[in-house]
């Protein structure tokens, strides 16, 4: 079965703050997909990485680093000097590759993240 | 170029009454998503279409929830009759069809409330 954990149910840092975030996963396949959305107070849910089970790098995007550890089943998500416009739910995602076309994600519950002025 | 289109934003509605929500992917994308969010249950996948085909439609909660895709441009839920318990935001997403393109583009849900 496949599996998607995110422990931290909710976060509070003071801005300025680094945090990250964790995400565990389970799954039999040889092949798979890691994503991570974030989901503001408005609502949408907005699209931030997709990490291919074969690619091991980290991989940095402004003040947002992604570290993916097949030896641990993680894929965590660090956000350097923290803004209020970070405060969002969070959530980790994982699909499958070797299901065919199958095109569902496994979602995990999120954590809520609150950057505090 | 425009996102995923939802519509209404927001619907309240009274036990009983059918509700139709709308969906415009986004153009060229063909998969198409339904998800629910809501506090209790998190974010679950009601049913996906792929070239306006339905692939898994296992999610639905009952007899009570369609969703049709008569084209690539626009697709429905539809619950009748609704019930309290349907209270949620519902989502539309869609992806292309690559094998590099499994990310999903969400619109921005709609507001069931009924009462």
């Known amino acids: 079965a496949q599996k998607v954990t995110q422990a931290q149910t909710e976060i509070s840092v003071v801005e300025k703050e680094d945090v990250t975030l964790d995400c565990v996963y389970e799954t039999r396949d040889t092949t798979y997909y890691l994503f991570w959305y974030k989901q503001p107070p408005s609502g949408e849910l907005v699209f931030l990485i997709r990490r291919n089970s074969f690619d091991e790098q980290n991989e940095i995007s402004g003040r947002y680093s992604w570290n993916f550890q097949k030896s641990t089943s993680s894929f965590n998500f660090t956000i350097t000097a923290s803004q209020v416009v970070d405060s969002a739910v969070y959530f980790c995602a994982l699909s499958s590759l070797n299901a065919g076309n199958n095109r569902k994600l496994i979602w995990g519950l999120g954590t809520s993240l609150a950057v505090n002025p | 170029d425009a996102g995923v289109i939802q519509s209404p934003r927001h619907e309240v509605t009274e036990m009983g009454q059918e509700v139709t929500l709308r969906c415009k992917p986004i153009?060229?994308?063909?998969?198409l998503f339904w998800y629910r969010q809501t506090m209790m249950r998190g974010l679950e996948l009601l049913i996906y279409?792929?070239?306006?085909?339905?692939?898994?439609d296992s999610g639905m909660p009952e007899d009570r929830f369609s969703a049709k895709m008569p084209n690539a441009s626009f697709s429905t839920l539809k619950i009748q009759p609704s019930e309290p318990r349907d209270s949620a935001v519902y989502f539309c997403?869609?992806?292309?069809?690559?094998?590099?393109?499994?990310?999903?583009?969400f619109g921005p849900g709609t507001r069931l409330t009924v009462t």
């Open positions: 153009s060229g994308h063909d998969y």
């Open positions: 997403a869609s992806s292309l069809r690559g094998p590099s393109s499994y990310e999903q583009y």
């Open positions: 279409f792929n070239n306006n085909v339905p692939i898994d």
